[in-house]
């Protein structure tokens, strides 16, 4: 029997590049927003229910992960190696697919979310003139950079290689034979190893933390809407 060479090699989030690009895709939206919005981008800023913004935007970073699951599932992933955390507390939400996954599976999953609560309300914001919508598309833009970092690495390697994901939601692994790039922009590579280590977590993890962030966040809302 052929001995395989295939590895899993490890990759890593770099959260410092992660920020600076989040920084620039948010000046760069900003900036293409106020040649293409018909009103006055800032004044719709400033009469914005900032809380509310917010509390929308943590809702749909739940929408987000629920639309990784879906695409995971959709293009061959098993529902029950689909886990889901949150710990707001730390502004971390997260889908994990623990299982290996087909590249057209991952490039879809990165994009699904991208495109449905962020490029589409987008541009349904901008043709009709709806400026809460329009700000938070483009939180979700803005909030999908590492999806994108991740898209344009993986969509630069062979269509055979593997694609997967463990225990850390900043982390993720690519399973091939062939000779791939290390040094991906944003990306730090860790090590290379025959397996992966996966440790057996709940299906749905939420922090302590996560709980009492959105009961103050809630709270604040509303007290924001009544004053």
């Known amino acids: 029997m052929e001995k395989s060479n295939k590895k899993y090699h490890i990759f890593e989030i770099n959260v410092g590049k992660l920020n600076i690009i989040c920084i620039v895709l948010f000046i760069l939206l900003v900036v293409l927003t106020s040649f293409l919005y018909k009103g006055d981008l800032a004044l719709e800023f400033y009469k914005?229910?900032?809380?509310?913004?917010?509390?929308?935007?943590?809702?749909?970073?739940?929408?987000?992960?629920?639309?990784?699951?879906?695409?995971?599932?959709?293009?061959?992933?098993?529902?029950?190696?689909?886990?889901?955390?949150?710990?707001?507390?730390?502004?971390?939400?997260?889908?994990?697919?623990?299982?290996?996954?087909?590249?057209?599976?991952?490039?879809?999953?990165?994009?699904?979310?991208?495109?449905?609560?962020?490029?589409?309300?987008?541009?349904?914001?901008?043709?009709f003139n709806l400026p809460f919508l329009l700000f938070l598309a483009i939180m979700n833009i803005v909030g999908a950079t590492g999806d994108i970092m991740m898209f344009i690495y993986i969509i630069s390697l062979p269509k055979d290689i593997e694609f997967s994901e463990f225990d850390n939601p900043i982390r993720f692994a690519i399973y091939t034979d062939k000779k791939i790039n290390y040094r991906p922009f944003g990306l730090d590579y860790i090590e290379s190893s025959k397996s992966l280590s996966r440790k057996d977590i709940k299906k749905v993890t939420i922090s302590k933390g996560s709980y009492i962030a959105l009961i103050v966040l809630i709270l604040l809302t509303v007290l924001s809407i009544i004053l």
């Open 48 to 127: 914005v229910n900032l809380m509310l913004l917010i509390l929308a935007n943590v809702v749909m970073m739940l929408v987000h992960e629920l639309l990784h699951s879906l695409a995971y599932k959709l293009y061959g992933g098993e529902f029950k190696k689909i886990v889901y955390g949150a710990y707001l507390e730390k502004g971390v939400l997260y889908c994990l697919c623990k299982q290996n996954i087909t590249r057209k599976n991952i490039l879809n999953a990165l994009m699904f979310p991208l495109f449905y609560i962020g490029i589409i309300p987008y541009i349904i914001a901008i043709i």
